[in-house]
């Protein structure tokens, strides 16, 4: 079966920097994508991996090994408003290339 | 741009009310999508269309309809609403699959309680 495992809870320090890890089983792998959602809000698109490395996007960064079937998502410089939940996205090829979603990280940030 | 468009934004049903939830999209997306999230949940994918006049069915398809009559709208029917559906339910648009690194856009979406 398909699933992606993320941690339900992250904890981490203004201006610091924090990992959340991702992985995933699925038959058909067509890459890894991040997505962000502030509390009653909507989810918005942070990164895609289709390929092994790393991305950078401004503070953030995202992170894809296949062979392990892992990915993680780095934020640095942690801000107040970076307080929301992550969630990792997988593009599966055995559900027509839908998005199988994680249950998503909760990310707070203290000062 | 508008991006995506989601009406209403808040609704309230008896068990056993019908509604459409709306969804526009501004971007000649191909691929459109609803969602439901449950508290504490990720996205649960309920229908999807990958271009006008299609549609499918995705994980939680059961008590739902959909329609694709024109590109840029996903129409999103309850036929008989029962309580298990209060939710917030999300509309979503995205390119074709080559071009993933796009991503999903999502519109704001629609919190429905089933009383």
């Known amino acids: 079966g398909q699933s992606l495992e993320q941690p339900s809870e992250v904890t981490a320090v203004e201006g610091a920097i924090v990992q959340i890890n991702c992985t995933y089983q699925t038959s058909g792998f067509y890459g890894l994508s991040w997505y962000q959602q502030h509390d009653g809000g909507a989810p918005t698109f942070l990164s895609y991996n289709g390929l092994d490395g790393l991305e950078e996007t401004g503070r953030f960064s995202s992170f894809l090994s296949r062979s392990d079937s892992y990915g993680y998502l780095l934020l640095q410089e942690l801000q107040m408003k970076d307080s929301a939940s992550y969630f990792c996205a997988v593009r599966d090829g055995d559900s027509n290339y839908q998005l199988i979603w994680g249950a998503g990280t909760k990310l707070i940030i203290k000062p | 741009n508008a991006g995506v468009t989601q009406t209403p934004k808040f609704r309230v049903l008896k068990t056993g009310q019908s509604m459409t939830l709306l969804c526009a999209q501004d971007?000649?997306?191909?691929?459109m999508y609803w969602y439901r999230q449950d508290p504490g949940m990720g996205l649960r994918l309920i229908h999807y269309s990958v271009g006008e006049g299609t549609t499918a069915k995705g994980e939680v398809p059961d008590g739902y309809n959909v329609s694709r009559l024109k590109k840029q709208n996903f129409l999103l029917g309850l036929e008989s609403a029962a309580p298990s559906q209060t939710s917030v339910y999300f509309c979503a648009s995205s390119y074709q699959r080559d071009r993933s690194s796009y991503g999903y856009t999502f519109g704001s979406g629609t919190r429905l309680t089933v009383v």
């Open positions: 971007m000649n997306h191909e691929y």
